[in-house]
């Protein structure tokens, strides 16, 4: 019996949604139990059923999906806590240092904005070191946006894995290590995958589904770095690519545009001028106009990258959808 990704979706949403509310629960690593409440994490965990330590969320269940919305994200609210009492056999107290891994935007390919805040939140609420019991931090919202859609509205599932390392202070002459990490996968709502429903428009999507997930990370075109003199976060990116000329000599010399758009607009944009579509294309004419993009990542998915160039060819709008990107 053929069973499609669709059936899947379902059935795994009908489990979670049968599955009593979740509400915030506080969760340890799993490790030694006098060390496992020196840092804590809590959040809406519901798996496994019977000892919850991640959390796995539909799009749009606000058991778990803090916004409530059907929007291709999961906004998970996840806080930190220190010298936990939520293990009775908890006896280890006194943190020195709380570091979340992944949070510093220093060229780290996995670093993440939300995790950077969460270290925030740890520096700025508990402050180690500190013996203070059940100190614990405002919640971080963490978004973790689903795969897709790509090909004939094909969605799946997508996940991060936030981590932490907690030391103490001396205690019986020695420091203690406490290490957890909380799994946050995001599903695609069962009712279809339609863009239309995911998305504001074509360049709403371009940005969400392809610069924030592949462009505008750490070490390339995010505020840290903007390579290329390049960025492409939100708000940022629209400015920086139509009708802007490129960084590279030998493709502004050869008179192309980041994005070559008409102006003002009304008439077809040009992808083989634009920059941007024959970067991520691999389509450049020698080793002068640089290398494709995204930088050492696999090649976009020919949907994405076919949204790209309706895009331009449509005139590059910046709202309204581009037909054949819908």
């Known amino acids: 019996m053929k069973v499609t ?24 690593g799993g490790g030694s139990r006098r060390r496992d409440c020196l840092v804590t994490f809590d959040a809406a965990a519901n798996l496994p059923a019977s000892n919850p330590k991640h959390v796995r969320c539909v799009d749009g269940d606000p058991t778990c999906d803090s916004d409530g919305i059907v929007n291709g994200l999961c906004s998970f609210e996840v806080a930190v806590c220190a010298n936990s009492t939520f293990e009775p056999d908890c006896t280890l107290n006194g943190v020195q240092s709380i570091t979340i891994e992944n949070a510093i935007d220093n060229g780290d390919p996995k670093f993440d904005p939300a995790f950077q805040a969460v270290q925030t939140a740890v520096d700025s609420d508990i402050q180690p070191p500190t013996d203070d019991i059940d100190e614990c931090t405002t919640p971080t919202v963490v978004l973790v946006p689903i795969k897709g859609p790509i090909g004939n509205n094909r969605c799946g599932p997508q996940r991060k894995t936030l981590k932490l390392t907690g030391l103490s202070q001396v205690i019986d002459g020695r420091i203690y290590k406490d290490k957890d990490k909380i799994k946050l996968q995001c599903l695609p709502d069962p009712s279809g995958c339609e863009p239309t429903v995911l998305f504001s ?6 940005q969400r589904q392809i610069f924030n997930q592949s462009c505008a990370l750490s070490g390339c ?32 010399l050869a008179g192309w545009e980041r994005v070559d758009a008409p102006n003002p607009p009304g008439t077809a944009g040009d992808p083989s001028t634009s920059f941007l579509f024959r970067k991520i294309e691999g389509d450049l004419p020698d080793l002068s106009y640089g290398v494709s993009m995204p930088f050492g990542k696999p090649k976009l998915n020919s949907t994405l990258r076919e949204v790209i160039e309706l895009w331009i060819e449509a005139g590059a709008p910046q709202t309204g959808w581009v037909p054949g990107t819908d």
Request: aromatic share 6%; hydrophobic share 45%.
């Open 5 to 28: 990704c669709a059936a899947i979706a379902l059935a795994m949403w009908s489990a979670i949604s049968l599955a009593p509310p979740a509400s915030a629960l506080e969760i340890g």
């Open 201 to 206: 428009g074509t360049f709403d999507r371009i």
């Open 221 to 252: 075109h995010d505020s840290q770095s903007q390579a290329a003199n390049l960025l492409l976060e939100t708000g940022a990116s629209y400015g920086n690519l139509v009708n802007t000329d490129p960084t590279n000599f030998a493709a502004s």
